[in-house]
């Protein structure tokens, strides 16, 4: 199946990186829309780099919204192709991807591909996210499959079907359009082992902190919206593991890295308290 690429971007360090993955496919995609959603023209001499490298490449300036769900919805609105592949700006894709998960589109509506973290992370970054995404999608909350947004392919049909992605959620828009295609719409789900996303995580205490925050909160929000179809919280006893977990982590650290799990794993504790407290659900 020919596909699009939707890239949503701020304008962030990394941009480059993924373009070049892009430009390097074996079967490259008839469609490559980079949406900057952070400051006008802040993609501009990015953009303007490849335009030789990638012909097909178009920019897209929409700040009307915030968010990684909005961007990506004016992106796969613009796109023609009849399969569209979410990609982020910060992580490198194999050069086979977009063959690969163009291939398995023609099989299944939604499609999930591999996850690698030892490209472009230090080894003790990867603590806590060993084996993700290595034989199957996500399934952390012991509900239904599900991927991160920048590892996520669709038929055009689902997309529409499903309304897109939910631009009122900052996070975990991905999981709740995997879930809403799956439930409300019946969609079948590919796992595509040979397609990979090499994902990059955060290596600043600071930063990790903040974007698990933000994450735990919204996973709360989640538990809110489908806790009547199936989604259960947590044990106590598996949210206290998990906080003593976050404490043994941060006494331990040695060095920055060794900061930015800790800070990873407290940011995911906070945030799901401080979502519990924002959406009245107890989500631990």
């Not at 490259?28 to 953009?47: H, L, M, R, Y």
């Not at 992605?165 to 019946?186: I, K, M, N, S, Y």
């Not at 996973?219 to 404490?247: E, F, I, N, V």
Request: charged share 25%; aromatic share 8%; proline share 5%.
């Amino acid at each position: 199946m020919e596909c699009a690429v939707v890239v949503a971007t701020v304008g962030g360090p990394w941009l480059a990186d993924q373009l070049t993955a892009l430009a390097a496919q074996e079967m490259p995609p008839t469609e490559v829309i980079v949406v900057n959603n952070g400051a006008p023209g802040a993609i501009d001499e990015t953009a303007a780099a490849f335009r030789g490298l990638l012909p097909q490449l178009t920019v897209r300036e929409d700040n009307t919204r915030r968010g990684a769900a909005y961007a990506r919805n004016v992106g796969a609105g613009a796109a023609a192709a009849p399969g569209i592949l979410f990609v982020d700006d910060d992580d490198v894709i194999s050069t086979n991807y977009v063959a690969e998960m163009g291939l398995a589109l023609d099989r299944a509506d939604l499609v999930s591909a591999r996850i690698r973290l030892d490209m472009l992370n230090p080894p003790r970054l990867t603590r806590g996210w060993e084996g993700l995404h290595e034989s199957g999608p996500m399934d952390y909350f012991d509900f239904l499959p599900w991927t991160f947004g920048g590892a996520l392919g669709c038929r055009r049909e689902v997309f529409e079907r499903t309304g897109g992605f939910d631009p009122d959620l900052l996070t975990t828009e991905d999981v709740d359009f995997c879930w809403r295609a799956q439930l409300d719409h019946g969609v079948a789900f590919a796992y595509v082992p040979e397609a990979t996303v090499n994902y990059r995580l955060r290596a600043e205490p600071g930063a990790a902190f903040r974007q698990s925050l933000a994450w735990g909160e919204g996973q709360a929000g989640l538990y809110r919206r489908y806790r009547d179809r199936g989604l259960r919280a947590p044990s106590q006893l598996r949210a206290a593991a998990r906080w003593a977990r976050s404490a043994q982590l941060l006494l331990s650290a040695r060095n920055r890295i060794d900061l930015a799990v800790a800070a990873r794993h407290a940011g995911s504790r906070v945030g799901r308290l401080r979502g519990s407290v924002r959406y009245r659900c107890l989500f631990l």
